[in-house]
């Protein structure tokens, strides 16, 4: 029996009104040949009582829309009725919202026609003053952003429903890093901000300007630097001005991604180009771990159910870590199929096992950690399925995906899978009936 016949045989046990394509797993891993074959390579006898899982297939994520910019787009997130912004749905049915930061200095909010419904004040007006790196909803009227000028930006998110429009007004600008703030990821019920930085350091930052304290004056922007043509760091209007709860240095090389721990938001776990994922205890300020890989590590993203973090790289895979003190090993898993760096990574909102990853080989992939096969080198993962840019289809293959680079990719189980890149646009892919923990049981005799 193949998957197609299992399937079928399934469908009738359920008594389906409609087929619905299945996949099966011996063990916690994706069955890839004929249940003859597996009890072969494995060396079972065909008398022995098999547990076979079957779980929904995962239909292929079809494009939905794109949103175009006036230049590269770095980031985006999604605000939703399922989004992680505190314990209440974010938003209701039909009034999702994107966030795209861009490389032109400006951030925007979408709904999902494709039309904008506000964008962040320019340089002059208490906007960022460089391209802008990273931004995340913070709360349905809060959006928190970095970038190049070094700085963390809250801003206040308005929204006039009547006339489909929204505004972002600056609320606080946070000082503290000497290099481009390069990523960002928020705790909401602890109203804490983590940040990775170019200067090799980790923040950490309040949400709220009484409890954030005052920035030191040697951060604030001196005189010199307004004056300076290279990087004008004043602006025109009184925003609040205020510093890191701490910044905690290790990292030798510049901070590519920061995650809070999923089950503990008192630990923080980041990624250098320094090779490093380092853990951290927060209220301390201190260094817990450091876990050394071969290659630089570019981006994060939890499994919490499973114990493990993703790690983006620059060797084009994806390193499965344990970041507990009792792993004995450093990767318990290695997801190929990139041919570019892995720069940002999301994981599926409705499964403990899913992950899609933005490369900036101009592509996102899907994977399920079940999908492996064992080899000499360990366990290692294929994609289940690849994602290009809308823009580049029918050019060809951009070699290096050049053009077409994928730099921001989020996952939310509403909108779908929302990407971002050098083609200047927000993408969109929504394939449903993704693997589900409902859908998971059975048992078949071999």
Not at 40 to 53: D, R
Not at 237 to 264: C, E, W, Y
Not at 383 to 388: G, K, L, P, Q, R
Request: proline share 5%; hydrophobic share 35%; glycine share 8%.
């Amino acid at each position: 029996l193949r998957r197609y016949a299992l399937s079928t045989l399934v469908n009738t046990l359920l008594h389906s009104e409609k087929p619905i394509p299945f996949e099966f797993l011996i063990n916690g891993t994706f069955l890839r040949t004929s249940i003859d074959d597996y009890l072969t390579a494995n060396g079972i006898s065909s008398e022995t009582s098999l547990t076979v899982e079957y779980v929904r297939a995962i239909i292929p994520p079809l494009f939905l829309a794109s949103f175009e910019h006036d230049d590269w787009v770095s980031s985006v997130d999604v605000l939703s009725g399922t989004s992680l912004v505190g314990r209440t749905p974010a938003a209701p049915p039909g009034q999702e919202r994107i966030l795209s930061a861009s490389y032109d200095g400006l951030l925007r909010v979408w709904n999902m026609s494709s039309e904008i419904l506000g964008t962040s004040p320019s340089a002059g007006s208490g906007g960022h003053l460089s391209s802008i790196k990273a931004a995340k909803f913070i709360s349905r009227n809060q959006i928190a952003s970095s970038g190049l000028d070094r700085t963390v930006r809250l801003w206040k998110y308005t929204e006039d429903v009547e006339a489909f429009t929204a505004s972002l007004s600056p609320q606080i600008e946070l000082y503290g890093h000497k290099a481009s703030v390069d990523c960002l990821a928020i705790h909401h019920r602890s109203s804490r901000i983590l940040t990775g930085s170019g200067d090799h350091a980790v923040g950490i930052w309040s949400t709220k300007k009484s409890d954030a304290p005052a920035v030191p004056a040697v951060l604030l922007p001196s005189r010199a630097s307004r004056s300076s043509k290279r990087r004008k760091l004043s602006t025109s209007t009184n925003t609040p001005q205020r510093g890191p709860l701490a910044i905690m240095k290790s990292h030798t090389a510049p901070v590519s991604s920061t995650i809070f721990a999923p089950n503990d938001p008192t630990v923080a776990y980041s990624t250098s180009w320094d090779h490093t994922l380092r853990t951290w205890d927060l209220p301390t300020a201190s260094l817990i771990d450091t876990r050394s890989t071969s290659h630089a590590l570019l981006s994060l993203a939890p499994f919490p159910d499973l114990n493990l973090l993703a790690a983006g790289s620059s060797a084009r895979h994806i390193t499965l870590i344990d970041p507990r003190a009792s792993a004995t090993t450093v990767s318990a898993m290695t997801l190929r199929g990139h041919t570019n760096a892995v720069v940002s990574l999301a994981g599926d909102p409705d499964s403990a096992y899913g992950l899609v990853s933005g490369s900036h080989d101009g592509t996102c992939r899907v994977w399920d950690v079940r999908a492996s096969r064992t080899e000499k080198e360990g366990v290692i993962g294929d994609s289940i399925y690849t994602i290009e840019r809308e823009s580049g289809k029918g050019e060809g293959r951009k070699v290096g995906g050049e053009g077409v680079k994928v730099f921001g990719v989020v996952w939310d189980a509403d909108v779908g899978i929302v990407s971002a890149g050098e083609d200047k646009r927000v993408q969109i892919n929504r394939g449903k009936g993704v693997v589900r923990e409902e859908d998971e049981l059975g048992e078949v005799a071999a």
